[in-house]
Structure formats: structure tokens, C-alpha cells
């Protein structure tokens, strides 16, 4: 993560959140404390109150702003793998294709894009072989074949936005 | 490799923790385990760069960035490692990867791109495919999100 990775956004104003709401969030998506009164380490780091952070980061999770408080977990680093995958759908079929599809929990992101191949979906399994069978009975469930597996071998570059 | 506890502690910081004055007060007791020991397990995983980020999402539905594609490039495999690299500096491209091609799909290096919209996007991949020279690719624009949701591992 460097500078140039993170992007403004237009999000704040149209939210309604003040600046404190702003520092809160702009700290607490990198830099969560793993300690056993984090919202006591955060009110030390900004110079507030546990009371107030904990009650400010409690209406941004319950208006939504927030959607979770978690770790999030790079598949190869704990031993799954994930590939991302792409099947041509002709219109009528894709409600029903994306339903089979989607049912898997190992799908996590799934895309209807405009070209040829119009449904794209990544799909993380505990090993590859799970990932072949599974594809395999989409295809044998849906008609739909084939279905295009796209490993990644190469990683240059993952980031998201956290500026607000 | 993970020990049964690291997989119990990942799984249950994958979901939404309480926000709660001692959240992994919490977690450690549905584990039968202390708060310390807790607390070392997690700073352990991400120092071994197990937790890629531990923190808060934000939604972000209302970002400027209103238009994203995706790009597949066909980049001839001794060149991958130029092109990949500068294509990460691009602040537009948030992902770049390569991956093995397949059957009928000759593209091997994709990248996200975003812009405010469409014609930003064009412009924006008209730019890196001149920094890159590369000229071999197709854009594939998002019409909907069908699925979108985080991984849950370890909860059989």
C-alpha cells in the first residue's frame, strides 16, 4: 500500500459524515487495533473518548457507512486457491446460469459484462481439483460450456480505496 | 501451515466483529481460549501477512468512480514482467494479473480499471496501453453485479 494506491472519493459530504466521522474511518480501515480495548487505543491515537468513538463507529455500522469490522484473508495464504472464471450465456439463460452459479459459496464475485463472454465470476476452493469438478457440474447443470478457467500465476497489483 | 486454532481464529474474524468495548473478548471466550492468547494468534497472522487487512469496509457505492472494466491484454510472455510493473503505478488500475490463458481466450495479463465513466475509462486504457505498447486487447465493461461477497474459509 503506498500513497499513490489510495484515491479520493466523492463519498463523505453525500453520506453526512463530519470530520471526526471521516478520521475515524480513515483510521480504522488500515490501522485497527488488535488490543484489548482497540476503541480505547483509537480515542488515544486521535485524542478522543473510548465512549465517543465506540458510539460514532456503532451509528456508522448501523447506517450502513460501515459494513463490516473484520480480517480479510488473501486465499493463497491460507491454503486455498482461487481462479476467476468466464462463460458465454445467451440473455435467457443468465438468471438461471447466475442462480447455479452463485449457490456456491466458493463464488464470491460474479460480473455481467458486455462482450462475448458476458458472465465472469472468481471462485475460491480448498484445491484445484474442487474447482475443476465444480465447473464441470455447472456446465453439466446449465448446458453452459465451456467454461473458461483463468488462474492467476502473477499478482502485480491488489488495492482498493480507503481515503475518504 | 495453520494450526486448528489459527483456522478457528480466522474463522471468526472473517465475519462482522461486535463493536463492543472488548470485541475479542468475545471471540476468545466462543473459543474457550483467553483474550491473550487471542490477541497474540491475530497480531502473529498478520505479521505473517496471513491477514491481508484487518480493519472496517466502508460502502462505497457512492464513490466518484462510477465506471469500471476490465481490461485483457495479450502481452508476449518475455515482456510480463516490464508491462505488469508499470502497469501497477497507474492510480485507474486497481488490480493487475497475469493468468494462464485458455482455449480459445489467448489474453494472459488483466487489469481493472476505474474511471468516473465509460469515456474516462477508454481514455484512461488508451493512455496505459501507450505506456505499456501494447496494442492487443479488449475491454469488457460491467453491466451488473450478480454477486458480490466475502470469502468464508474454514467453517466445515
Redesign the interface.
Known sequence: MTD??I?????AE??GLDATDRKI?NH?????P???????TIANALDMT?DDV?RR??RL?ET????????????D????HST?C?ASVPPEKVAHF?SV??AY???????????H?N???TF?APSVQTIRDNLARISSDTGIS?I???????????????K? | MLTPIEKKVIAALQGDIPVTEQPFLELARKLSISEDEFLNIVNDLNERGIIRRFGATIKHQKSGFKANAMVAWKVDESEVESVGRVMATFQEITHCYRRNPAPGWEYNMYTMVHAANEAECYEAVNRISKAVNQDNYTLLFSKKELKKTSMKYFED
Not at chain 1, 484515491?7 to 463519498?11: G, K, L, S, V, Y
Not at chain 1, 450502513?64 to 486465499?75: A, Y
Not at chain 1, 495464504?77 to 486455498?80: A, P, S, T
Open positions: 499513490s494506491d484515491r479520493h472519493n466523492e463519498n453525500s453520506n474511518l480504522i480501515q488500515l490501522n485497527f488488535i488490543t484489548s480495548r482497540p476503541y480505547q473510548e465506540v463507529v456503532k455500522r450502513g457507512i460501515i459494513r463490516r469490522i473484520g480480517g480479510n484473508f488473501g486465499p495464504k491460507v491454503g486455498y476467476l468466464a447466475t452459479v452463485n459459496t466458493g463464488v464470491t464475485h460474479n460480473y455481467l459484462r458486455e462482450h463472454f458472465v465472469w465470476f475460491i465451456p473458461l478457467n483463468l488462474p492467476s500465476t502473477r499478482v502485480f497489483k491488489i488495492s482498493a480505496n480507503f475518504l
